[in-house]
């Protein structure tokens, strides 16, 4: 694990001190130059997938910290089995081993992308924004989030529901590369999303979404531990589904201890699209699974006795064991990853501890 530290002279930006930054890659960091005015005075948790003894170059001026799989192997031991390897999942390592209140992860083919105007929009902050706003998901009001400024809750509107519950995922959208699957991909190779939405939603309460992982952020002491990517990758029959897992995991937790989600703004630009085909051989299986998965998760019911996140994950397990694995034998596994992944997370964050491993230095 590497470690650099930068200086700067810049106004400190919003939740300097709260927010790490997470960004799973294969190559050279070359794409934070771009960034760097929005990114620059926060921390950065890199996790180096692939090869461990190939270099990752960072640009100078970042204050970050660097893991590749010998680092995880050496931290966890036995339980590195929960992260998977040659896949970008193994970015939910870095919301492990951070000790701040908030994440926000990107991918590294992930540009600043332009509003209308011209201007360039600082995704950090307008998820920040999303974050320490409430959400409204037992109510959908047409207007939106009534919370942004020049918007408010529309006649007919509950007011015993304007206070909103705590918000506890951001996700974000992309302009130029649409996050399609591999089909879509091959029937629509030359589409592109020119489309500016100024609009952020609440997630209604009972309602899935396909979460992506690329522009996300949380609120890692309300939902982290849920924030689990699954075993994708190499030695396993999926990927690609990473994102998606973890979505359908933190909605029906979120929807069982009352905290929102929103989806929306801000865009980044996602420069490249990835490979149809190498992608269809990824996903084809869960393509075929989701129409099983999807009405499972829909139909997942948590106990009240289940008060916490990790209480709420244990038992998700317990359920994906009973009722997934006629699927295919692969959800006994991940099954048994997911409290895996559980008991590592309460290891690297064992209760009172935040103060005496900042940054989530080993």
Same mark, same amino acid.
């Given at each position: 694990?590497?470690?650099v530290?930068?200086?700067?002279?810049a106004?400190?930006?919003?939740?300097?001190?709260e927010?790490d930054i997470?960004?799973?890659?294969?190559r050279?960091?070359?794409f934070? %130059?771009?960034?760097?005015?929005?990114?620059?005075?926060?921390?950065?948790?890199?996790?180096?997938?692939?090869d461990?003894?190939?270099t990752i170059?960072?640009?100078e001026g970042?204050?970050y910290?660097?893991y590749?799989r010998?680092d995880?192997?050496?931290?966890l031991?036995?339980?590195?089995?929960? $992260?998977?390897?040659?896949?970008s999942a193994?970015?939910c390592f870095g919301?492990?081993?951070?000790?701040k209140k908030y994440?926000?992860t990107?991918?590294?083919?992930?540009?600043?992308?332009k509003?209308?105007?011209?201007?360039?929009?600082?995704?950090? %902050?307008q998820?920040i924004k999303n974050?320490?706003?409430?959400?409204?998901?037992?109510?959908?009001?047409t207007l939106?989030d009534p919370y942004?400024?020049g918007?408010?809750f529309?006649r007919?509107?509950?007011?015993s529901?304007r206070?909103?519950?705590k918000?506890?995922?951001?996700?974000?959208?992309?302009?130029? $590369?649409?996050?399609y699957d591999?089909?879509?991909q091959l029937v629509?190779?030359?589409e592109?999303?020119s489309?500016?939405v100024d609009?952020v939603?609440t $997630?209604?309460?009972?309602?899935l979404?396909?979460m992506?992982g690329?522009?996300l952020a949380?609120?890692?002491e309300?939902?982290?531990?849920a924030?689990?990517f699954g075993l994708m990758?190499?030695g396993q029959? $999926?990927?690609?589904?990473?994102?998606?897992?973890a979505?359908?995991?933190i909605?029906v937790i979120?929807?069982?201890?009352?905290l929102g989600?929103k989806t929306?703004?801000?865009?980044?630009?996602h420069s490249?699209a990835?490979?149809?085909f190498?992608?269809?051989?990824k996903?084809?299986?869960?393509?075929?699974?989701?129409e099983?998965?999807?009405?499972?998760?829909q139909?997942?019911?948590?106990?009240?006795?289940?008060?916490?996140?990790?209480k709420c994950y244990?038992?998700?397990s317990?359920?994906?064991?009973?009722?997934?694995?006629?699927?295919?034998?692969?959800?006994?596994?991940?099954?048994?990853a997911?409290?895996?992944w559980?008991?590592a997370?309460?290891e690297?964050n064992?209760?009172?501890?935040?103060a005496?491993?900042?940054n989530g230095?080993?």
């Open positions: 694990m590497a470690a530290a930068a200086s700067s002279h106004p400190t930006p919003l939740l300097k001190d927010l997470v960004i799973p890659t294969i050279n960091l070359d934070l %130059e771009m960034w760097r005015p929005f990114f620059e005075q926060y921390h950065l948790i890199i996790v180096q997938d692939g461990p003894s190939k170059n960072v640009p970042f204050d910290e660097l590749n010998n995880i192997n050496r931290i031991g036995p339980k590195a089995s929960c $992260i998977s390897f040659k896949d193994c970015r919301y492990m081993v951070s000790k994440i926000y990107i991918d590294d083919d992930c540009f600043v992308a509003d209308p105007s011209g201007k360039q929009i600082n995704a950090l %902050e998820h974050l320490l706003s409430p959400s409204t998901p037992h109510f959908f009001n939106y942004r400024e918007a408010d529309v007919g509107y509950p007011f529901l206070e909103g519950v918000t506890a995922v951001s996700h974000g959208l992309w302009l130029n $590369i649409p996050d591999a089909p879509t629509k190779p030359l592109r999303n489309r500016y609009a939603l $997630i209604p309460k009972g309602t979404f396909p992506c690329m522009n949380f609120d890692r309300l939902i982290g531990p924030m689990y990758g190499d029959p $999926i990927g690609r589904y990473d994102d998606m897992w979505g359908w995991c909605k979120c929807d069982h201890l009352g989600v929306g703004l801000p865009y980044i630009w490249k990835s490979n149809p190498v992608n269809l051989r996903e084809y299986k869960g393509i075929y699974w989701q099983e998965i999807i009405p499972f998760f139909a997942v019911a948590l106990p009240k006795d289940c008060t916490s996140v990790q244990i038992e998700l317990k359920q994906v064991k009973e009722k997934l694995s006629k699927i295919d034998p692969y959800f006994d596994k991940l099954a048994d997911m409290v895996t559980i008991e997370w309460d690297q064992p209760a009172g501890a935040a005496e491993k900042p230095k080993a």
